[in-house]
């Protein structure tokens, strides 16, 4: 699995040799790769060596939402919406399958449209099991554009890679939206059981205007509706429709895409999932019937307050899946694309599966970001330890801070653009500013994970000019009232870190960012403690900075400074996946420097604040 292995161990395998392999023992065969049935390359290009190498990803295409994930029988599927022209006109369900969680083989595709119902693509949707055989409830697209509800089930339950599947007669199971809905916006069914009842969570939008991915709407209104398949219908043709679980125009999206919802674990908690706009948004509450209006969910925090949507990554992670495992655990799976325009022209291939994350109750009842409710931690699954090799690093060494002065963990001509970092840091808290944890440097190109403490707080006479990307109208109120529907405002936006009032407009505007602050009479700003991504790159003396990718603090990291926090940094080639404060919040990037595979080196550094105790080890990935 070295890059300079890689072509000659890649092959494509079929069904019948992949069983072949697996009944032999082999469970390691490979990653998924550019490559043809000899082993030999199928095409070069400038970035083949930035590809990832132990995630899964189809050989050539893109790769867009993730679908079904599941554990049957021993083995994990991955599916996920595959387009790869010219060989496939619109989007089938690519497929791939392991035995550990860690290395994934190339299955053929599970889903194609090749039914009148499906003819402009088999879509998202989810998995589950009914009298011992896998079914998979898809969104299904005809011509007409309109989003229905399809099955297929498993032919051959026996057989462990499940690669050949068969489409209901019945189809479509549910052929139009919900009363009032609109029948664009009507898909990606994720399937869940209530008081021994199969349901599906199905994103909607209610009222006119036209189709769209989730752009911004005021005539609709995202929305998640639920429907209840009806006994003794075991095979999930007949569902009967049960009203609007979850309603929000809060997002500023007409359609909330990509529902999941699910209880976690043996607790009483639930959790929905859903994003407007490939912002992936969780909440933690309860499922209520006790209105007999039918299902809905009502979050932790109290009703006056909005809804304390969370991100489960701030980055390019986007349109995931989770799925029940063993020892009632919860995976995840994100879409990461390219970030770039020149990867699928020139080679070929965009798109690639996160690291397989495992989602926990990080605490229950702590505030966060100001409001009651529980907080996840979402982590890589603990089967990609499987996949480290040598131990390049096991240090300890204390971050004094210094503008200029950094601590070097592995230098850029002897590392690896493959690799596990985990650092543990003691010591952050109140005056911290400029942590910084670099990896892929080299010549002053680096991926940068930086953390500023940045005090909340409200501050008179001072503006942040600015990275404004919406505003709230304060009129009629007090100061005080005003300040604290800014706050509020900045709370519940998953983007938001920091907001500037103009008393004189009564508007509060949010801000992506914190812009340095400037001295302005009559205007009043605050901020929300935060930790960013960011890229940098040199090239012929011009020196490129992307934009920052934000995530606030957690509120739990906030009240306990003293504690010890783990950031753990997976790269795998030009992506980058960071889990940061114990999980609490994660960012993924995708970082092509200039100087390719020169670029390994891993650097800490501090600008200001406390000094901090440091417990670094890096293992090597995949090989």
């Known amino acids: 699995r070295e890059r300079s292995r890689r072509p000659s161990q890649i092959r494509s395998v079929g069904a019948v040799g992949l069983r072949t392999l697996w009944v032999a023992g082999m469970a390691t065969v ?5 490559g043809t049935t000899d082993g030999t390359s199928s095409h070069q290009c400038e970035w083949e060596i930035e590809r990832p190498t132990w995630h899964a990803l189809p050989p050539t295409g893109i790769l867009s939402d993730i679908c079904a994930p599941f554990f049957f029988n021993g083995v994990w599927h991955l599916f996920f919406q595959h387009n790869d022209p010219p060989t496939a006109t619109a989007m089938q369900w690519g497929h791939v399958a392991s035995k550990d969680l860690a290395e994934w083989i190339q299955l053929p595709p599970a889903l194609v449209p090749d039914q009148w119902y499906d003819a402009h693509g088999v879509w998202d949707g989810s998995m589950t099991i009914i009298d011992g055989v896998p079914h998979l409830i898809y969104s299904c697209l ?71 991915g989730g752009g911004g709407n005021p005539l609709r209104n995202g929305s998640v509706v639920v429907y209840t398949a009806k006994t003794p219908s075991s095979d999930l043709t007949k569902w009967g429709y049960d009203g609007v679980l979850f309603n929000s125009n809060q997002f500023g999206s007409a359609v909330i ?81 390219c970030d770039s325009s020149t990867i699928m022209p020139d080679c070929g291939y965009c798109g690639v599966a996160s690291t397989p994350r495992e989602i926990t109750l990080a605490s229950t009842a702590i505030a966060v970001d100001g409001i009651p409710g529980d907080l996840l931690a979402v982590n890589p699954a603990v089967e990609i330890s499987l996949l480290r090799g040598r131990k390049l690093v096991s240090t300890r060494a204390t971050l004094v801070p210094s503008p200029s002065t950094r601590v070097s963990v ?15 840091l003691r010591g952050l808290g109140p005056g911290t500013r400029s942590l910084t944890i670099r990896v892929r440097e080299h010549a002053g ?12 707080a409200v501050m008179h006479g001072v503006d942040f000019p600015g990275e404004d990307y919406g505003a709230v109208v304060v009129s009629n109120v007090s100061q005080g009232a005003a300040i604290d529907a800014c706050t509020l405002a900045c709370t519940v936006s998953p983007q938001c870190v920091a907001w500037s009032l103009s008393p004189a407009t009564s508007q509060c505007f949010l801000k992506r960012t914190v812009p340095p602050p400037t001295l302005v009479p009559g205007m009043i700003s605050g901020n929300l403690a935060t930790f960013y991504l960011t890229t940098r790159r040199e090239s012929a003396g011009i020196i490129t900075t992307t934009p920052d ?43 092509y420097p200039e100087a390719k595979a020169e670029a390994t080196g891993v650097s800490l550094g501090l600008s200001d604040g406390p000094s901090l105790a440091t417990n670094v080890d890096l293992w090597a990935m995949g090989t």
Not at 410 to 424: A, Y
Not at 445 to 456: F, G, P, R
């Open 30 to 34: 490979g990653v998924l790769s550019i």
């Open 142 to 212: 005809p011509s007409n554009g309109t989003n229905m509800v399809c099955i297929a089930q498993a032919a051959d339950p026996a057989d462990p890679m499940l690669t050949r599947w068969t489409k209901s007669p019945s189809n479509p199971a549910i052929a139009t939206a919900p009363p009032g809905g609109n029948r664009y916006d009507f898909r990606d069914p994720a399937v869940f059981r209530y008081n021994n009842a199969t349901m599906i969570a199905v994103s909607s939008s209610f009222g006119t205007g036209s189709s769209g």
């Open 257 to 337: 895409e990509c529902v999941d919802l699910f209880r976690l674990g043996t607790s009483a908690s639930w959790v929905l999932r859903f994003q407007p706009d490939c912002n992936d948004l969780y909440m933690v509450g309860h499922l209520d019937d006790a209105n007999h209006a039918g299902l809905s969910f009502v979050s932790l925090d109290t009703p006056s307050a909005g809804y304390p949507t969370r991100l489960i990554d701030g980055g390019l992670f986007c349109a995931s899946r989770s799925f029940p495992a063993p020892n009632d655990r919860r995976i995840l799976f994100g879409a990461i694309n």
């Open 410 to 424: 592995m230098q850029g001509t002897n590392g690896s653009t493959s690799f596990d970092l985990v650092v543990h």
């Open 445 to 456: 190109e680096y991926a940068e994970v930086a953390v500023d403490w940045l005090d909340s």
């Open 549 to 591: 990718r934000i995530v606030r603090l957690p509120a739990v990291v906030m009240s306990t400074p003293e504690a010890t926090w783990r950031f753990r940094v997976l790269v795998d080639g030009s992506l980058i996946e960071v889990f940061a404060f114990n999980g609490t919040a994660a960012m993924t990037s995708r970082f």
